[in-house]
C-alpha cells in the first residue's frame, strides 16, 4: 500500500514483453529524428520566409535595388542545397543508392 499525500511517488514495474520493448525504442528513435528534422526544417523555413520577403519587396519596388537576380541566385543555392540534402537523406534511409550506405 502507499501511504496517503505519496501516490505521486509510487511506481509500478512489470515485466514487459519483447514487442513492447521494441516498439518503446523505436518510438524514442523516432522522436530524436523527428526532432532533428525539426531543426532541419527551421533553418531552411527561416530562408523561406526571407525568399518571400524579397519576393514581396521585389515586386512593389523591382527599381529599387539593382541586385534582386543576385539575391534570387542566392535564394536558389539555398533552396537546392535544401533538396538535395533531402534527397541524399531519404535515398540513404531507404538503402537506395550503395555510395550513400553506412556498410
Not at 8 to 35: R, T
Amino acid at each position: 500500500t502507499v501511504p496517503k499525500g505519496k501516490e505521486e511517488d509510487a511506481e509500478v514495474s512489470f515485466p514487459l514483453p519483447q514487442a513492447e520493448k521494441d516498439l518503446l525504442e523505436n518510438s524514442k528513435l523516432e522522436i530524436e529524428k523527428n526532432a532533428l528534422w525539426a531543426k532541419f526544417d527551421g533553418f531552411f523555413g527561416f530562408w523561406l520566409v526571407a525568399n518571400s520577403l524579397c519576393l514581396g519587396m521585389q515586386t512593389e519596388y523591382p527599381d529599387s535595388i539593382s541586385w534582386w537576380p543576385v539575391l534570387d541566385g542566392f535564394f536558389l543555392i539555398i533552396f537546392m542545397i535544401e533538396w538535395g540534402l533531402r534527397i541524399i537523406y531519404v535515398s540513404k534511409e531507404a538503402g537506395v543508392c550503395a555510395l550513400l550506405s553506412d556498410g
